[in-house]
């Protein structure tokens, strides 16, 4: 019976572009996919409402999948104010970061009919 192998599964292509910079990914333990914590607040402890948490969330989700060695320059990247990532990239590169990850890409949801939808009687 032939041995089944599994590291096939696995993708070769390890990099991606933006703004004109390579970054390096890796595979992560399935943990870190729903490690994104609480949306709503600062977190590390601090309750205090923040407006941004999804976007902080989803750096940190990012840097999760980045090696080490490219954190600074995602960092800074994020920080540039003159050539931004936007947010359509941002939700991009998230979504085939976690694509990667588990075989099934992300799609996004069909938009719903306009005007009121019909009750049931």
């Not at 609480?38 to 990012?62: C, L, M, R, Y």
């Not at 320059?73 to 941002?90: G, H």
Request: proline share 7%.
């Amino acid at each position: 019976m032939p041995v089944r192998n599994f590291d096939e599964l696995l993708s070769d292509e390890r990099t991606f572009v933006v703004r004109g910079q390579t970054f390096t990914w890796r595979d992560v333990r399935p943990e870190v996919l729903t490690d994104l914590g609480d949306f709503s607040v600062n977190g590390d402890g601090d309750e205090t409402p923040n407006p941004n948490a999804v976007w902080v969330a989803q750096d940190k989700q990012i840097l999760n999948f980045i090696i080490p060695e490219d954190h600074e320059r995602w960092k800074a990247l994020r920080e540039s104010t003159d050539d931004p990532i936007t947010i359509r990239q941002f939700n991009a590169i998230l979504e085939f970061l976690v694509g990667e990850q588990t075989d099934r890409p992300t799609e996004t949801p069909s938009p719903s009919a306009t005007g009121r939808g019909k009750r049931a009687a």
